[in-house]
C-alpha cells in the first residue's frame, strides 16, 4: 500500500502541490482562529449548583438542601460522578459529565432537573449554576486609583465598569473585591420604639410595603383612557424617614420618629490594598474563548471608558504576558529549528535542495498539527506548543532524504534520477509498513490481539 501512494505521488507530482496549497490554507486558517491560551485547561467537564442557605448549619444544609439536589442528579445521562459540598449557609453540588457533552447541553440537564425539586427545598432557598468558566480563566485583574472614597470607587466599578465589560464577547463575569459597599441603612432606637408599642418585625413589614410601586387600573374619560400608578418607592433617606409605620391619636408614627436613616456601609468581609484601600476586579473568560483576544478586546474597552477626572484602571495581573511568551518561544523554536536542520542536512549531504526540502517538513508538520488541534478543540498553549521536538518532526524526511541522496550518487549513470528516489522511497516505506503492522497488531483493541476464549 505504501509503495503504491509512493508511486503515485511520483507520478502526479502536481497532486501533491496542489494538497501543499490546500494544506497552507486550511493550516494557517486552523493558525488564525485557535484559540491561545496561557495553560492548558484540564477541569473536567463539569456543573457546579451554588445554593445559598443563610444561617443554616452544616447538617441541615447536607440534610435539607444538598442530598435533595444530589438525588435529582443522579438520574443524568452521560453522568459521570456527582460529589458535594456542605459548610454554614453554603452548599456546593458538582455534576461531571462526559467530555463528549456539550457544556450548554449540560446546563440545561441540570437546570431542568432543578426546576424539578424546588418545591422540595426550603422556603426562600435558590439554586443557582456556577459560571460556564473555569480557574484556568482569570485572564485579566486591575484595581481602581483616584481622588474619590472606597465607597465611591465601588459604585463606580458596580455600575460603569463592570456592566461594560461584562458585554464583551466572550466574558463570563466580573468579579470585584474591595471598597465598601452602600447601603440605606435604618438604625433604629429601642426605647423610642418600646415607646409607641412596635417591634422590629413591625418597622421591616411597614418599609416594605411602602416602598413600592403599585398599578392602580385605568379610568376611562369621553374618549380618553388614563393609567393609574400608585408611586411608593423611596428614592432618597428623607422618602424612608417619612414612611408611616403606626397611627397614635390620630397622630402618624413616622420612621424617622423612631429610627435615623442614612447612608452608610455595609460591614467589611475583606479589603483591597493598594497604596491605601481601593477596589479590585477580575475578568473572568467563558471556556473555550480565546484567550489572547479577549484580553485585547477588554484592554481595548477600559481605554474607551470615560472615567471620572483622576480616576485610572491599573492592572496588576495580565496573562497575556505569558501568552505572547508562549509564541515567541515557539517562533524562535520553529525559526532556529528549520535553519540548524538546513545548516546540519547541507553540511553532511552537500546538496542545498535536499536540505531545504527537509527543513520545509517542519512548517507543514506544524500546519497538519494545528489542524488536528482545531479540528478536537484542543487550545494552543505552554504545554501544547512549548514541548514540540524538531528532532522528532524530520527526523524520518533526514532518512528518506540520506537514502535518496545516497542512491542518487551511487546509481547516477545506471538509472534516471527519478527511479532512484523511488527505489529509495521504498526501501523506507518497507520497514515503516512492518512497525505499522507490529502496533496494530499488539495494540489491546486490535481484535487479533485479543486473546481467545
Same mark, same amino acid.
Given at each position: 500500500m505504501l509503495e503504491r501512494i509512493i508511486d503515485s505521488t511520483l507520478a502526479y507530482r502536481w497532486l501533491v502541490l496542489l494538497g501543499i @496549497?490546500?494544506?497552507l490554507a486550511a493550516g494557517g486558517y486552523a493558525l488564525y482562529t485557535i484559540p491561545v491560551e496561557a495553560f492548558p485547561d484540564l477541569t473536567p467537564n463539569q456543573v457546579v449548583v451554588v445554593t445559598d442557605a443563610p444561617s443554616l448549619p452544616p447538617t441541615e444544609v447536607e440534610q435539607l438542601v444538598t442530598y435533595p439536589i &444530589? *438525588?435529582?442528579m443522579l438520574g443524568l445521562p452521560n453522568k459521570e460522578e456527582v460529589r458535594s459540598l456542605s459548610k454554614l449557609g453554603l452548599s456546593m453540588v458538582t455534576i461531571v459529565f462526559d467530555d463528549s457533552v456539550g457544556m450548554y447541553f449540560a446546563r440545561q440537564q441540570v437546570s431542568e432537573r432543578l426546576q424539578q425539586i424546588s418545591s422540595a427545598l426550603p422556603r426562600g432557598i435558590q439554586p443557582t449554576l456556577g459560571l460556564?468558566? =473555569?480557574a484556568f480563566g482569570e485572564l485579566f485583574q486591575y484595581t481602581l486609583s483616584g481622588p474619590m472614597s472606597p465607597m465611591e470607587l465601588k459604585d463606580l466599578h458596580e455600575w460603569v465598569i463592570k456592566p461594560r465589560l461584562r458585554t464583551l464577547p466572550g466574558v463570563s463575569e466580573i468579579n470585584a473585591w474591595g !471598597?465598601?459597599?452602600k447601603q440605606?441603612?435604618?438604625v433604629v432606637d429601642p426605647a423610642l420604639l418600646y415607646q409607641y408599642g412596635l417591634t422590629l418585625h413591625d418597622v421591616e413589614t411597614r418599609v416594605q410595603e411602602n416602598n413600592t410601586n403599585f398599578g392602580g387600573g385605568f379610568i376611562e374619560h369621553a374618549a380618553e383612557q388614563y393609567t393609574l400608578l400608585g408611586s411608593g418607592r423611596a428614592i =432618597? =433617606? &428623607? $422618602? @424612608? !424617614?417619612r414612611i408611616v409605620l403606626d397611627s397614635k391619636g390620630g397622630i402618624p408614627v413616622l420612621l424617622r420618629d423612631v429610627a435615623q436613616v442614612r447612608i452608610g456601609a455595609a460591614p467589611p468581609e475583606g479589603a483591597t490594598l493598594r497604596n491605601g484601600e481601593t477596589v479590585s476586579g477580575m475578568v473572568i473568560m467563558l471556556k473555550g474563548e480565546n484567550g489572547k483576544k479577549l484580553i485585547e478586546r477588554v484592554k481595548e474597552r477600559i481605554r474607551n471608558l470615560r472615567l471620572p477626572p483622576g480616576v485610572e484602571i491599573t492592572p496588576f495581573y495580565d496573562q497575556s504576558y505569558v501568552i505572547d511568551g508562549t509564541i515567541h518561544t515557539v517562533e524562535k523554536n520553529l525559526f532556529e529549528g528549520f535553519v540548524l536542520v538546513a545548516i546540519v542536512l547541507l553540511l553532511f549531504l552537500g546538496n542545498l535542495r535536499a536540505a531545504l526540502i527537509t527543513a520545509a517538513i517542519i512548517p507543514f508538520s506544524m500546519l497538519i498539527g494545528f489542524l488536528g488541534m482545531r479540528l478536537f478543540g484542543i487550545s494552543a498553549n505552554l504545554m501544547s506548543l512549548g514541548a514540540i521536538d524538531f528532532g522528532m518532526i524530520v527526523d524520518g524526511a533526514v532518512v528518506m532524504m540520506e537514502n535518496s541522496i545516497h542512491r542518487l550518487q551511487e $546509481? *547516477? $549513470?545506471?538509472i534516471r534520477p527519478l527511479e532512484s528516489v523511488r527505489q529509495a522511497a521504498h526501501e523506507v516505506a518497507r520497514p515503516m509498513a512492518f512497525a505499522v503492522v507490529i502496533i496494530i497488531a499488539v495494540y489491546p483493541g486490535f481484535p487479533f490481539s485479543r486473546p481467545t476464549r
Open positions: @496549497l490546500a494544506l &444530589e *438525588r435529582a460556564p468558566a =473555569t !471598597g465598601q459597599t440605606y441603612q435604618i =432618597t =433617606t &428623607e $422618602d @424612608l !424617614g $546509481d *547516477r $549513470d545506471k
